[in-house]
Nanobody, 127 residues
């Protein structure tokens, strides 16, 4: 059974940093497309950063230069390092995974094309 378990997040002041973790169980980690998404109240879920099976990464324009997605294959864990946080980064953050090769790559792959999701973790940035 595929399972994604998130940790990290919390509350921080603007300019601060947080790191999110997503431990994956039940599948060969390196064979999956992985990503971080976020959803603020009243808004659609949006892609923040993704990492393809070849290790290439993509970032939303709003987080480029501030967020870094990475993975530790030995620990089967995906990370999102978030620096220089802004109040507009406040949202519920989710990790996602899917093994399928489809026509969309990187951040063009819609959230609906990820079959497996973490439980979500709240990130709140105060000004």
């Amino acid at each position: 059974q595929v399972q994604l378990v998130q940790s990290g997040g919390g509350s921080v002041q603007a300019g601060g940093s947080l790191r999110l973790s997503c431990a994956v169980f039940g599948y060969s980690y390196s064979s999956y497309f992985m990503g971080w998404f976020r959803q603020a109240p009243g808004k659609e879920r949006e892609g923040v950063a993704v990492i393809d099976r070849d290790g290439s990464t993509s970032y939303a324009d709003s987080v480029k230069g501030r967020f870094t997605i990475s993975q530790d294959n030995a620990k089967n864990t995906l990370y999102l390092q978030m620096n220089s946080l802004k109040p507009e980064d406040t949202a519920m953050y989710y990790c996602a995974a899917d093994p399928r090769v489809i026509i969309w790559v990187g951040l063009k792959r819609p959230p609906g094309e990820y079959n497996y999701w973490g439980q979500g973790t709240q990130v709140t940035v105060s000004s």
